[in-house]
């Protein structure tokens, strides 16, 4: 017999090890410890009482987590995972649950629903597309994790710009920043986290949204980048990256691993820019959208 459970109605060590089982084989290590599965779940807005498990005969085998905001004045809802235990794929269980999902959604009057998707996962794709999911654009992550190369980027910023830390939420007010891009770049998903802005005279032409990560001793261990973009239409575009990236990934000289996470494939220029620098992609997605 299949049934549907919320997560709300799981305790948490439930929750963790079905996300765990879900993620079993997959194409890189998802799976998570307690603490950072709840942290997750808070930093991304994902709603528990939305989430939902497909159970057999009372035992969850599957779930799809969910969560929901307004973008662009639309209620908008990602799935912000989906997952299947390994006994239990291939058995037209992730269709039900999926359907059972999108029903949810239009229970709860949501207009789009957003996902990303591993390129590689060719099954999964499908299915999202057999329920009306689009492609709708490539995602880029990309790694490096030796110094980088300071003759790339600029020495100093000319003379007319100027930059300054703001808190991330100001994004939303850039006519360029994309309020549509993946879930987990959006300043939502990033608000205690680093954000700068680049002006010339009174005009933002550029942003970069990023996060640092220290060990207890206070080493440098990581720097994720999430978003970074120069105003369209500049002639010095390049120029603008490239005093982003030195402002989000110096001090230059350091080793520690610099990330790239859910880039746009589109923004040329910073790919270019990135693999010059070393940079290596680790993972591509796409994102996806369904209508309402």
């Known amino acids: 017999m299949i049934s549907y459970i919320g997560f709300s109605q799981l305790s948490a060590n439930e929750m963790v090890a079905l996300w765990n089982k879900g993620f079993e084989g997959y194409f890189f290590n998802a799976t998570m410890e307690l603490d950072r599965f709840l942290a997750r779940t808070v930093s991304e807005g994902l709603s528990l009482e939305h989430s939902l498990a497909i159970a057999v005969n009372g035992e969850p085998v599957g779930f799809i987590m969910n969560g929901f905001r307004m973008l662009d ?4 809802v990602w799935n912000g995972g989906t997952g299947i235990a390994k006994d239990f794929r291939g058995k037209g269980y992730g269709k039900l649950l999926l359907e059972r999902t999108i029903e949810m959604y239009r229970e709860q009057g949501a207009e789009r629903a957003l996902l990303e ?12 597309q057999g329920a009306g999911y689009k492609i709708t654009g490539q995602l880029i992550g990309a790694m490096n994790e030796s110094a980088l190369d300071a003759s790339l980027l600029l020495p100093s910023f000319p003379h007319r710009f100027t930059i300054r830390h ?5 994004l939303r007010k850039l006519p360029y920043y994309d309020c549509l891009s993946a879930w987990q770049t959006q300043w939502q998903s990033h608000k205690d986290d680093e954000c700068c802005m680049i002006s010339d005279g009174a005009e933002q032409v550029g942003f970069a949204l990023y ?12 720097i994720a980048l999430y978003q970074c973009e120069a105003a369209p239409g500049r002639a010095d575009k ?4 490239k005093a982003l990236l030195r402002e989000v990934y110096g001090p230059l000289e350091a080793a520690c691993k610099r990330v790239t996470l859910n880039l746009r494939s589109t923004n040329d220029e910073l790919h270019e820019l ?19």
């Open 274 to 292: 990135l693999d010059r620098l070393g940079f290596k992609p680790y993972v591509e997605q796409v994102h996806m959208e369904l209508k309402l």
């Open 166 to 170: 703001v808190k991330p939420m100001e």
């Open 238 to 241: 390049s120029k603008i990256l």
């Open 73 to 76: 004045g639309k209620k908008t």
């Open 117 to 128: 998707a591993i390129v590689q996962n060719e099954p999964a794709i499908k299915l999202y």
């Open 211 to 222: 996060k640092r990560i220290y060990s207890e001793d206070g080493k440098l261990n990581s």
